[in-house]
């Protein structure tokens, strides 16, 4: 069974730069979700894609955004960086359903905004 | 009122000892209950989930819920020095797949 990959692991941008993550799911799940963890909170949510389709939103503004491929895979993009956005960004995936919702995380990308 | 809330710690308990970690949330709608271990540096690591009140139990670990009291908790029998990590509570709701987290509790395991 393939866990859950992201990339890049680190990631060094400037003020007003654009970012794309990347997150492949976990095999047999058909559901993303993206979550940003600053240093000592806990990770709070952006956003889920399922059937290729946004499925929730937190509360994060337009610039951030996303997509979900045919394969399950998914990206997080984020516009017009601001030094705030600086934190650990973490995919989860999961297989949906309306019961349970075990989210397995991948290793995270370490944004840095300079 | 945070929707779920944790004591940030340090809680310290000595090796081989039981330790308690605690949450509380806000939303009498949540359905589904998460414990995830967090190490310094890493991702998130699911170690137990659980959906109805009572106690789960998983080799070391035990998870209890009280929904009436609205209150979850995490029990780690024969603490490691191992299990010195963040602790994240996690919850959400029927149908809905969003995850609200605690910030943590930190647990130093002291050989």
């Known amino acids: 069974e393939t866990g859950v990959t992201q990339s890049p692991t680190h990631l060094i941008k400037t003020r007003g730069q654009q970012v794309t993550l990347r997150c492949s799911s976990q095999s047999g799940h058909n559901t993303v979700s993206w979550y940003q963890q600053a240093l000592g909170q806990g990770p709070q949510f952006i956003f889920q894609?399922?059937?290729?389709?946004?499925?929730g939103r937190g509360n994060f503004p337009p610039r951030f955004s996303g997509l979900q491929f045919p394969n399950y895979s998914s990206e997080l993009n984020v516009n017009a960086l601001e030094l705030d956005d600086s934190a650990l960004y973490l995919c989860?995936?999961?297989?949906?359903?309306?019961?349970?919702?075990?989210?397995?995380f991948g290793p995270g990308t370490r944004l840095t905004v300079l | 009122q945070k929707e779920v809330e944790q004591n940030s710690g340090p809680l310290s308990v000595p090796e081989g000892a039981i330790a308690s970690l605690n949450c509380t949330y806000s939303?009498?709608?949540?359905?589904?209950f998460f414990w995830y271990r967090q190490y310094s540096g890493k991702s998130p690591e699911l170690i137990m989930s659980i959906y109805s009140n009572g106690d789960k139990e998983d080799g070391r670990f035990t998870a209890q819920l009280n929904k009436a009291s609205q209150y979850v908790s995490l029990l780690i029998r024969d603490s490691q020095p191992s299990d010195s990590a963040t602790y994240l509570c996690a919850v959400s709701f029927s149908g809905f797949q969003k995850l609200v987290f605690g910030t943590g509790t930190r647990l130093l395991v002291s050989p």
């Open positions: 894609y399922y059937r290729e389709e946004e499925n």
């Open positions: 989860a995936s999961s297989l949906y359903t309306n019961s349970y919702n075990e989210q397995f």
């Open positions: 939303d009498r709608g949540s359905q589904s």
